[in-house]
């Protein structure tokens, strides 16, 4: 198996799609609007994948000044290649394009809580989510 990570590689609307559904992090991501999942990408500024050849096999998708902080907002991996440190890897490809000392924040999906823990992360006790802007 030959894995390869990029932060430059286009991904389509359906490759993004297809591999959210086959992460489970479709439970939480608006699959079902192609125009939402295409603002999603559209406006990140820092998508890493991992690719297994031609396949979009996991997507680390952050917003980031680059500097202070970047907001990883989706960190996805195809349930087949689980377990083999491709999340780990993809989070340090993207520390890899932010400046020394930028901090690295996200919310863990419910399933993921256990996984940040022991690649370096602390949990924050005052995380706050507002689900619908007025």
């Not at 430059?8 to 993004?16: F, G, L, P, Y």
């Amino acid at each position: 198996m030959n894995i390869t990570y990029s932060s430059t590689s286009q991904i389509s609307v359906k490759e993004a799609i297809d591999l959210y559904i086959r992460s489970t992090l479709s439970e939480r991501r608006p699959i079902h609007s192609h125009q939402a999942f295409k603002n999603m990408f559209k406006h990140a500024n820092l998508i890493v994948s991992a690719w297994n050849e031609d396949k979009l096999i996991g997507i680390a998708r952050s917003l980031t000044d680059f500097s202070y902080v970047a907001y990883l907002s989706d960190l996805a991996v195809d349930v087949q290649y689980q377990k083999m440190g491709i999340g780990k890897r993809l989070i340090e490809e993207t520390k890899l394009n932010l400046e020394l000392g930028c901090m690295l924040v996200l919310l863990a999906a419910p399933r993921a809580r256990e996984y940040y823990g022991p690649l370096g992360f602390e949990q924050h006790p005052s995380a706050w989510t507002l689900k619908k802007a007025l």
